[in-house]
């Protein structure tokens, strides 16, 4: 299940504890090395994506996790909460260049 | 964490199974009450291996099932095979997928994301095949439980874009599928 601001899914990172998962500093360093590994993982599987796709796709796996990920630049979303997880991050970051 | 979950699950009114079983009288079952070992395991397991392998180059060493028989249209044999993970996991749920045995390896029926456990089969049907319940939280989306209801091909595979599901449908006759999170490691 989901914990903290980031909602790290403590199943599937059996290293991080609850009180680290509440604890933003640890947690935002933590989910920075996620999108981290899984844009390298994108990145190195998916070779055809575009910069642009590359981060939509990073923010989705993040999401529904990045083996979910198809690598068909039309489907990247697919499967994601609303289907749009990813473009929806990439829009709502457009809101902090302002 | 367990406790919190109870205490969550109680906000939505979810009662214990048997509980419901024996209010209700409800005969139906689900083909198992228990992920037991059976002789299929090695055999799933290579089929998850082979298929769930993403890119080779990139060793994965978190990936974890846990298998449990079912029959949603009551006479196919099936397994409902729930993975978690760095890979198959993320802040909306993890990764499900229903399976048919073909001979000696299976094939895949439906891939389900964003799950999250309990998974509940219920009594009801629609084109014949039993409805399912399951839970839509985090990515965004607020604690909900939402129905999948087979449209005569397939389930809805993205539970969370399914429709609500009631409380008192939720209580209703059903079942909970006995998976858990732990599971047993993919890969060596």
């Known amino acids: ?98 | 964490m367990f406790q919190s979950l109870i205490d969550w699950l109680g906000e939505f009114m979810w009662r214990p199974p048997m509980i419901v079983v024996i209010s209700l009288g409800c005969s139906w079952q689900i083909s198992a009450c228990a992920a037991v070992p059976s002789a299929g395991d090695a055999a799933l397991k290579a089929f998850l291996q082979e298929n769930l392998r993403g890119n080779p180059q990139i060793e994965d060493r978190t990936t974890r099932f846990v298998a449990t028989p079912v029959s949603l249209d009551d006479t196919t044999p099936m397994e409902l095979v729930y993975v978690s993970g760095q890979r198959w996991c993320g802040s909306g749920g993890c990764t499900a997928y229903l399976l048919k045995q073909e001979g000696s390896s299976f094939k895949v029926t439906q891939k389900f994301t964003l799950v999250r456990l309990p998974i509940r089969v219920l009594c009801s049907k629609s084109n014949g095949w039993r409805d399912v319940a399951m839970w839509v939280r985090g990515g965004g989306s607020s604690g909900h439980a939402v129905v999948l209801r087979f449209n005569g091909s397939r389930y809805p595979s993205n539970p969370s874009l399914a429709p609500a599901v009631t409380s008192a449908e939720l209580a209703g006759c059903g079942q909970d599928l006995a998976l858990s999170g732990a599971g047993e490691s993919l890969y060596p």
């Open chain 1, 1 to 98: 299940m989901g914990a903290g601001v980031f909602q790290i899914d403590l199943g599937a990172n059996p290293n991080v504890t609850a009180a680290q998962a509440f604890n933003v500093p640890f947690a935002a360093n933590y989910a920075a090395g996620m999108l981290a590994s899984n844009s390298a993982y994108l990145g190195a599987t998916f070779p055809n994506l575009t910069s642009a796709q590359l981060l939509q796709a990073t923010a989705a796996s993040y999401n529904f996790g990045v083996g979910n990920i198809s690598g068909n630049p039309a489907t990247i979303d697919v499967g994601s909460t609303g289907n749009n997880y990813g473009s929806n991050v990439v829009g709502l970051m457009s809101c902090f260049n302002h």
